[in-house]
């Protein structure tokens, strides 16, 4: 058998990989290829750690069960000794189909006990300007619907009046992607948009379905006793059943978890009871 020739092409191979190709086929050496890198190079992916509270906390959950709303929150109560006031937050999810438009829900509801959560609005009126700027709110005019059109938006809440919607209607397809789109099924389109300003103010909450079929609403603060976080609870999953799409036979949600801000969740039965009046 004759000697085999190799020619080592100068290309843009370096000239230590040009020798270990030029070896190899001599049979001197394995060749490995060229993009893979030796385990010890490889960085370990680093785990997130878990504060002991969080860890604490985990250990008391039943992963298994569906908590009594009372039980529930004693137990978020009991992970709120945050260094800042922790959120409480409710995660519904539903039975619905998140592609279907007869499906979305969007409805509103104005928790027994508030929730002192300042949004940033812009609202379109006609009338009472002055007023409307007094509640902290930015009155909307031409000039900020042509920045609205260059894409600036500097609000997390929309309102206005019916005599500005056909102005807003150009920018529909902005706003509207960003649920932001002012609308009289979320209140946000209003004869009285002072009103309107005062109620979202005051915490009138709009409640509505994300990308998939499920509802994020906040329920209360660390501070709020147990009892007020129970009835603001059971405000809002009336006002989801209430918004019930026509057409669905089966039980419109399908579970129910609630947890705080940095907390893991805990999973709330469906069937909730008023809690006891204090005598």
């Known amino acids: ?97 998140a592609d279907k438009a007869e499906h979305q829900i969007r409805t509103l509801v104005t928790l027994p006990h508030q929730i002192a959560k300042k949004v940033k609005m812009l609202v379109f009126a006609a009338k009472n300007t002055a007023e409307i700027k007094k509640l902290g709110a930015e009155v909307g005019t031409e000039e900020t619907l042509k920045e609205i059109e260059s894409g600036k938006i500097d609000a997390a809440k929309i309102i206005a009046d019916p005599s500005w919607m056909p102005r807003l209607a150009k920018v529909a397809k902005i706003l509207g992607p960003k649920g932001l789109m002012p609308s ?39 501070s709020f006793t147990e009892k007020q976080l129970a009835e603001n609870f059971i405000a809002l999953i009336a006002a989801i059943n209430e918004a019930k799409p026509e057409g669905l036979k089966k039980g419109l949600i399908k579970s129910i978890f609630i947890s705080t801000t940095m907390g893991p969740s805990v999973k709330v039965t469906k069937k909730t009871e008023s809690p006891a009046k204090e005598s």
């Open 1 to 97: 058998m004759g000697k085999i020739r190799t020619k080592v092409v100068e290309t843009a191979i370096e000239p230590e990989r040009a020798k270990q190709i030029e070896e190899a086929s001599k049979g001197l050496v394995e060749t490995a290829p060229a993009d893979k890198t030796t385990p010890t190079s490889k960085k370990k992916k680093a785990q997130k750690k878990r504060s002991k509270r969080y860890v604490d906390f985990v250990k008391q959950i039943d992963r298994s069960k569906e908590y009594a709303l009372e039980e529930a929150l004693k137990l978020i109560k009991g992970a709120t000794n945050t260094k800042f006031e922790s959120s409480i937050e409710a995660h519904i999810n539903l039975n619905t189909i």
């Open 184 to 222: 009289p099924k979320s209140g946000t389109v209003s004869d009285d948009p002072l009103k309107a300003v005062q109620e979202f103010s005051g915490g009138k909450l709009e409640v509505r379905t994300e990308k998939f079929p499920i509802i994020h609403a906040l329920i209360g603060k660390a």
